[in-house]
């Protein structure tokens, strides 16, 4: 081919040859560009190919999904036997939720993801509405889920499974956020009572391991608390989650604060704004969205952490499979109960994990160039 | 009662802009301003320098309370500023400051920059601010970039907004503190205009620069300050081409060797 010259400054911008771009290119630029990368491409594959298809015979061609119990699965075929699972799911979902209430919790749960669009979704028309619902959303819940005011009650002790998980995990995030903050700006006060106040609880929390307080919290405090006080068990879990959570999201919203230079609170003030104005109108806003890797963080191990429960005997999914694994029916059949579970937990983290990549990006896009 | 150098009679303090009076400050056990006392008349361009850690920053800072002052008083335009944060709010609300450092808010839109505090602290109409935000855009000369974001824009029209957000709130008395210091020289004239445009309004202005043309333009008085001691204090024409201290003088011939 002839090259073609132009007039200098007027060099119109030209495609990319086909070696740069293309699928071809990036297998070469990715997979081959230099001999360890050519072995670990291959030990890569050779792994994969070693690991899928058992995998998948065992989760889905060889796996049986009816039948009556682990001997009736066994004669099918023999992979996973999901019947056990399919039996429980109920109780995996519920827990010892009264049958004739579970639309309560299923509406709850609609609710949950009503109430989840304006906060994560900015560009929503009218979304101050939608934010005021999401406030009120909590006692919503709360009165479906507890019963009472024309509904029957139903004790936080039926509670169980995936929904027990929810209840802890959505109370732990919805208010350890807020608190955490409170106890980051109180760790920087310039009054001396409430930045001991605040350094001393989150030090402390933070040295004792989440068991300990729901220990605590499941005995201790009848020592505690006067004689005959009713103090629902599930109740003091969720404030010891949230505190515990509460730390932990004070220390990664402290690290934000301290990355914003101070003329940004100088100038705040020098245009007449109040400490509580700045804070929330002009440091809060920059601070959160660089502690937003490290808030989301938190809330996953939050959400993993909830399992911990089962230590002071409430039925969160790992206690409802371990229970359900001494039914001499399905016995031995742990790979399946953990699996399932494990996929539970999964697909709730991954998906905070990746709604924290997308909302980075898209703060980044929006402020920066 | 106080003196001022240029004005023979003597007036009340809230005549004043600013009245300074055996102003002293310390950090820690740093003596910054030693028995400061400068009355500044409503209107009056005051342009400051003096050598890296001289207390300049200082000064200008106490004026909005930045800085608290630990002996002496203050009177901001009548208000003398004590713990009492209504006075602190009520001078504010009538001092204006622009950095070196522009200190623009980046998650926030050029337009609302400008908005925040009327909006926040005067509580006016949202449509409201932002006709009076765009107004002052325009005065910078820079209405067509209100929609984008501090960091999408060059210093010198950071800058600009700065000084937008900054006369948003219609404030009498206006404080620089170096504006043009953090520019690359390009752009340091394009801010200058725009102060040399403001200070023809009849503001008071503060202006910590060593931009001596400036000061020669647009001051009614140069102050001289070293060691947190206002050395010498004189109409630019006096200061420039009769310096009376050493410490002035060795201070002109070297800031002047650069230019
Ligand atoms: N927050 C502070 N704590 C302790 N020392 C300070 C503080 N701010 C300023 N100083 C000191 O006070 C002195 C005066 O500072 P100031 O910023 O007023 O100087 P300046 O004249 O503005 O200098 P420059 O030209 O470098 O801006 C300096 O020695 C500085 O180190
Ligand atoms: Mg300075």
């Known amino acids: 081919m002839k090259p073609i010259s132009y007039k200098i400054g007027e060099h119109p911008d030209l495609p990319p040859p086909a070696s740069v771009t293309g699928p071809l290119a990036w297998v070469r630029n990715n997979l081959f560009s230099s001999p360890t ?46 019947a056990f699972i399919a039996e429980r799911f109920r109780l995996f979902t519920y827990g010892f939720y009264p049958a004739e209430e579970r639309w309560r919790v299923n509406l709850a749960f609609v609710l949950l993801l009503l109430a989840l669009v304006p906060v994560l979704y900015d560009r929503l028309p009218l979304r101050k509405y939608g934010l005021y619902y999401s406030m009120v959303f909590p006692l919503i819940a709360g009165w479906l889920l507890l019963g009472g005011w024309g509904l029957a009650p139903v004790d936080t002790d039926q509670f169980g499974g995936f929904m027990l998980t929810l209840v802890i995990g959505v109370t732990g995030i919805a208010f350890s956020l807020p608190i955490g903050i409170l106890l980051a700006m109180g760790r920087q006060s310039s009054l001396p009572v409430i930045r001991l106040v605040c350094v001393g609880f989150i030090e402390f929390i933070r040295g004792v391991p989440l068991i300990t307080l729901l220990f605590v919290a499941s005995t201790m405090l009848n020592y505690f608390l006067p004689k005959g006080t009713v103090f629902d068990l599930l109740l003091r879990v969720l404030i010891m989650v949230t505190l515990f959570a509460s730390a932990y999201m004070a220390e990664v919203i402290r690290g934000g604060l301290q990355a914003i230079p101070k003329g940004q609170v100088e100038a705040a003030e020098a245009i007449g704004m109040k400490y509580w104005q700045s804070m929330r109108l002009v440091v809060l806003p920059q601070a959160l969205k660089i502690s937003i890797p490290g808030i989301v963080n938190t809330f996953i191990g939050l959400y993993k952490d909830t399992t911990l429960v089962i230590i002071i005997g409430l039925l969160d999914p790992l206690g409802i499979g371990r229970s359900s694994l001494a039914d001499t029916k399905w016995t031995g059949l742990h790979n399946e109960v953990y699996l399932f579970v494990a996929i539970f937990f999964f697909i709730s983290c991954f998906s905070m994990s990746r709604y924290s990549l997308y909302l980075e990006k898209k703060l980044q896009t929006e402020h920066d160039h | 009662m106080s003196e001022n150098p240029n004005d023979s009679q003597p007036r009340e303090d809230s005549e004043y802009a600013v009245v300074m009076r055996n102003v002293h400050k310390w950090f820690g056990p740093f003596h910054v301003l030693k028995n400061l006392n400068l009355n500044v008349t409503r209107g009056e361009k005051i342009v400051i320098c003096g050598p890296s850690g001289s207390g300049k920053s200082t000064l200008i800072r106490c004026i909005n309370r930045l800085e608290e002052h630990q002996e002496g008083d203050i009177i901001v335009d009548g208000t003398e500023l004590t713990n009492d944060l209504k006075h602190i709010d009520k001078v504010r609300s009538e001092v204006g400051m622009v950095f070196q450092h522009f200190n623009l808010f980046p998650h926030l839109t050029v337009l609302e920059n400008c908005t925040l505090a009327p909006i926040w602290v005067k509580k006016m109409p949202k449509a409201e601010a932002e006709e009076i935000a765009m107004k002052y855009l325009e005065r910078v000369k820079i209405p067509e970039q209100a929609h984008k974001y501090p960091g999408q824009l060059s210093g010198g029209q950071q800058q600009r907004v700065a000084i937008a957000r900054s006369l948003c709130k219609r404030p009498r008395i206006m404080l620089f503190d170096e504006p043009t210091s953090a520019l690359d020289p390009e752009m340091i004239k394009e801010v200058l205009d725009v102060m040399v445009e403001l200070a023809g309004e009849g503001i008071t202005m503060l202006c910590v620069t060593h931009e001596m043309g400036f000061a020669k333009t647009v001051a009614d008085r140069v102050i001289f300050m070293d060691g947190g001691e206002i050395i010498e204090q004189n109409s630019p024409q006096e200061f420039f081409d009769n310096p009376q201290h050493d410490r002035t003088k060795l201070f002109l011939s070297q800031i002047l060797d650069h230019t």
């Open chain 1, 37 to 82: 990368n050519v072995v670990m491409t291959l030990v890569s594959v050779w792994l994969l190919f070693e690991l899928i298809p058992p995998m998948l015979n065992w989760m889905l061609f060889d796996a049986a999904f009816s039948g009556e119990n682990r001997d009736a699965c066994r004669a099918q075929a023999g992979g996973a036997c999901w």
